[in-house]
């Protein structure tokens, strides 16, 4: 074998090493990823809400307890009885939710994601899986699309002024 095949069959091994290397690492980021923004399952059970509005959800919405990710929507479904959403959650199993929790969806900041937020309420008694949080609010109505919409057409909250009428006569 020439000097030459050998630096070339050096070279491509450490060509093949660097690529497996580097994709290596970048499996490795991918799975720390993964773990650490909770977006594998979670383990635990299942919670049920209905709601009229849910603007802004979807599945793999976040749920959270004092702006603690707790668990995430699996699943939305209407009921056309009466057009209210059932709303699927998935909680971490050490969450123990009393059964007078509420909830309410809510957006991080001004135009952050919505998602749920649930405020543990203070019974002995807790929502047993499958069961239902009944405490339940909808979306907030003042959210950025609807203020842009009152300022940009000019509406308020307020009463429009009328105008009293002059009389024509003139006062002595």
Known sequence: MSAQGKSIGQSNAAEVLMGAAVILVALAFLALTYM???????????????LPKVDGLGIGTDVRISGIKVGSITDL?????????TVHISLRSDVKLPTDSSMIITASGVLGSQYLSITPGGDEKI???????????????????????????????A???????????PSP
């Open 36 to 50: 650490r923004t909770g977006t594998g399952s979670l383990s635990g059970y299942e919670v049920l809400a209905k």
């Open 77 to 85: 479904q209407l009921d056309p009885s009466n057009f209210l959403v």
């Open 127 to 157: 929502i047993a899986p499958g069961g239902m949080i009944t405490e339940v609010q909808a979306a907030n109505s003042n959210d950025l699309m609807s203020l842009a919409g009152r300022v940009m057409g000019g509406s308020s909250s």
């Open 159 to 169: 009463p429009p002024k009328q105008e009293q009428p002059q009389s024509a006569t």
